[in-house]
């Protein structure tokens, strides 16, 4: 007998803290007289990025928040770069500032993200933030891990006493998403921290038998469905972090249509974590604009 795991609807949930972050900014404005404002900037002509800044643009309009673009040739130097987010961090309409990765290879990306004011970081790159998100008192937690995380919330499945694993140990989400699932506490109470958690990847020992042990398996690895049905402990929940070109299709990390056999629950790809990590970024910009008005 085969059963069919729960699709954990991404785009919705995505749309659910959208309505949420408008009417948020909403109250805000009224009471301030101010917009939020998100401020992108893009080196050079690579055709995803384009996308996923023009979404980002258009997700902040929804939410009646100011967003600015500014497009660089892909000639511009480290030192212009930085010299740009100098201006950036004085600029008062300018609440948070998001440099599009990944950056031309000439351009050392490090240091313009170093330079970014910390309070601006909306991506949670800086390592102030990433800093204070280890020490468990976070200022902005990062856009995709917390997006994983808002799905698990909103599904009602939580993460405390269970035993995560992590496929990938990136600085934009296999390493903070570990670092906010071993934390005692979560900004979602503490149902969604407090998980035994297994950051695995390339050197990992025997991979499907650790992956194995999870109930919450994570991919974020940048591997077309890597993740087969054979890896996945039979009822667990699985998140797909993954966006993957094949052929004409988009893919996820997991093997979508074998999991969904094993899983109890699992994202689709598109239309899981990819929507929620532009909501992040939305709520990260207003807590920008509530911070700078405060200080
Ligand atoms: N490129 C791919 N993912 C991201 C992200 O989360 N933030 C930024 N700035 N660039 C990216």
Redesign the pocket.
């Known amino acids: 007998m085969t059963s069919t795991a729960r699709n954990l609807d991404g785009k919705a949930i995505a749309l659910q803290i959208q309505e949420e972050i408008k009417s948020e900014v909403a109250q805000w404005s009224a009471a301030t007289g101010k917009v939020p404002q998100l401020t992108a900037i893009l080196v050079g002509d690579d055709p995803a990025?384009q996308v996923?800044v023009r979404n980002k643009e258009l997700a902040c309009k929804r939410v009646g928040m100011g967003s600015q673009l500014i497009h660089l040739p892909s000639s511009t130097t480290t030192a212009e770069l930085e010299c740009l987010v100098h201006e950036l961090n004085a600029d008062q309409n300018t609440s948070g500032i998001?440099?599009?990765?990944?950056l031309p290879k000439h351009i050392d990306a490090q240091r313009i993200l170093d330079a970014i004011d910390w309070r601006k970081d909306v991506?949670a790159?800086h390592p102030y933030n990433v800093g204070l998100l280890s020490q468990g008192r976070p200022h902005f937690l990062?856009?995709?891990p917390f997006g994983v995380v808002q799905i698990l919330y909103r599904s009602g499945i939580k993460t405390a006493g269970k035993r995560v694993c992590i496929i990938g140990r990136s600085d934009?989400v296999g390493k903070p998403l570990a670092a906010m699932l071993v934390q005692r506490n979560s900004p979602l109470g503490p149902d969604w921290a407090n998980a035994t958690v297994t950051l695995a990847h390339r050197q990992t020992p025997d991979l499907p038998k650790v992956t194995r042990q999870a109930d919450i398996l994570i991919a974020a690895i940048g591997q077309p469905e890597f993740v087969r049905a054979e890896m996945v402990r039979p009822g667990a929940t699985v998140i797909d972090v993954g966006i993957n070109r094949l052929g004409d299709r988009l893919v996820g990390d997991v093997d979508f249509a074998g999991v969904q056999q094993v899983a109890s629950a699992l994202t689709p790809v598109p239309g899981g974590v990819g929507p929620l990590?532009v909501t992040m970024?939305l709520s990260n910009t207003l807590i920008a604009a509530r911070t700078a008005s405060s200080t």
């Open positions: 990025s996923y998001l440099v599009q990765l990944p991506d790159f990062p856009c995709t934009i990590t970024l």
